[in-house]
């Protein structure tokens, strides 16, 4: 259960630090940030896909591991992203949609893997303890952000 409610609030705050992070490599557009929400949304589901065809009891253990490990780097990949573009341009339709795509792909991956593997047990258990994990961070991203906006 504790794993599970690490999960959800882990999975949330990276959500949210990374879409941060995604606004202002677009300047905050709204339809960077809508592809990074659907992005996420396919690449999550991706990951279910992978997660769900692992076979050992493990897999959710290793799948948090490994999701632990990169939401951080990519965090890291989307806090250098404006290097690559060019200096005092906006980006336009396709390098938005691409780059949040991009973006997204490593962690949004990373965490549906864990959660396929989770749901191979008891899904509804699994849904409702990672639910309440994700609500109480977005109470501490709530908190934090208003403490600490910069």
Known sequence: ????????????????????????????????????????????????????????????????????VVAPLNLLLARLAPGLLPGLSQPGLFTMLAGSALLCLPAGLANGYAAGAALRGAPGFFYAVEAAGAAAAGLFTLFYYRYFPG
């Open 1 to 68: 259960m504790g794993m599970f409610l690490l999960f959800g609030f882990y999975s949330l705050l990276a959500q949210a630090l990374l879409l941060r992070e995604i606004a202002q490599v677009f300047t905050a557009h709204e339809l960077s940030l809508a592809a990074a929400l659907a992005c996420w949304l396919l690449w999550t589901a991706a990951g279910v896909r992978l997660g769900a065809r692992a076979s050992d009891g493990r897999t959710f253990s290793r799948g948090c591991i490994i999701f632990a």
